[in-house]
């Protein structure tokens, strides 16, 4: 029980957060929608795949993190421009987003980012996606040090505390 | 892009096929995991395994793609691959996709 109000906590402060966030600016054209219908609305806004170019706050990926999983956000990071995708229920919708943005498959990883852990276990390295035996990767990890490393430094840059 | 279809990336010819070829051929790689398996060839599966992704890989490479199918065709990489390594998150046998490839490859012959 403790649990589960925990989680509903969470979710509302999700949800305060998101209103802040989505609530339509006085500029804003066009309906805006009300009641329950605003609260789907701020759902489906949360769990849509944003890109992370610049940089995003923890407090984001953790309201990120209550409207999905959990304790947890996926992302998929592009190597080459050094951007991420996050925010998609799997690896693949943000493997797509990516690749509709002009990245090359061979530069994407997908990892799941941990915002309430601590900075070493923030994230690891687990998806289907990384399955990718013509790059020598053969498991759901990241095999390459040298590529887990360029990976968290490019998180580590992305994620503001 | 160190493909093992080299030729077929090279060449271009990949890219001049349907999608139903393309995802036909893809199919005969998965029946061919799953007729390893059957027979207890774990070597042969694994590398019927990675064909199949280097095709998948290759159709995913497809501009032509790029549009609403890209979205299942990477849910599709996403799901075969858990279900290569025993299908924990998304639960789906092998054998699904097995049925599911097959279309592709009846709509192939149909227009041929």
């Known amino acids: 029980m403790g649990e ?109 980012i941990y915002p309430d852990s601590q900075e070493e276990n923030r994230i690891e390295f687990d998806s289907m996606i990384n399955v990718r035996p013509r790059q020598n990767n053969r498991s759901r990890g990241v095999e390459s040090i040298e590529l887990q490393k360029k990976i968290i430094e490019i998180v580590d840059l992305l994620i503001k505390e | 892009m160190n493909y093992i279809h080299k030729d077929l990336a090279e060449s271009g010819r990949w890219h001049e096929m349907s999608l139903s070829e393309q995802l036909g051929n893809v199919g005969s790689d998965v029946d061919r995991i799953i007729s390893w398996r059957k027979k207890e060839n774990e070597s042969y599966a694994t590398n019927a395994f990675y064909r199949a992704l280097d095709l998948l890989d290759l159709t995913i490479s497809d501009k032509r793609w790029h549009g609403p199918k890209l979205k299942e065709l990477c849910r599709l990489r996403e799901v075969l691959c858990d279900s290569f390594f025993g299908g924990e998150l998304y639960n789906t046998p092998l054998e699904y996709f097995s049925k599911y490839f097959y279309q592709f490859a009846l709509v192939a012959r149909k227009n041929s």
């Not at chain 1, 609260?39 to 944003?50: D, G, H, T, V, Y």
């Open chain 1, 4 to 112: 589960a109000r925990s989680q509903n906590e969470r979710l509302e402060c999700a949800l305060s957060s998101a209103v802040e966030r989505w609530s339509p600016k006085p500029n804003v054209v066009g309906s805006i929608p009300t009641g329950r219908e605003f609260q789907i609305f701020l759902l489906a806004k949360m769990s849509e795949i944003n890109l992370v170019n610049r940089s995003i706050t923890l407090k984001e990926l953790k309201d990120i993190a209550s409207l999905g999983f959990g304790d947890m956000v996926k992302a998929v990071v592009d190597v080459e421009k050094r951007i991420m995708a996050i925010g998609g229920s799997m690896h693949a919708d943000e493997e797509k987003f990516l690749l509709e943005q002009g990245a090359s498959q061979d530069d994407l990883w997908g990892i799941n």
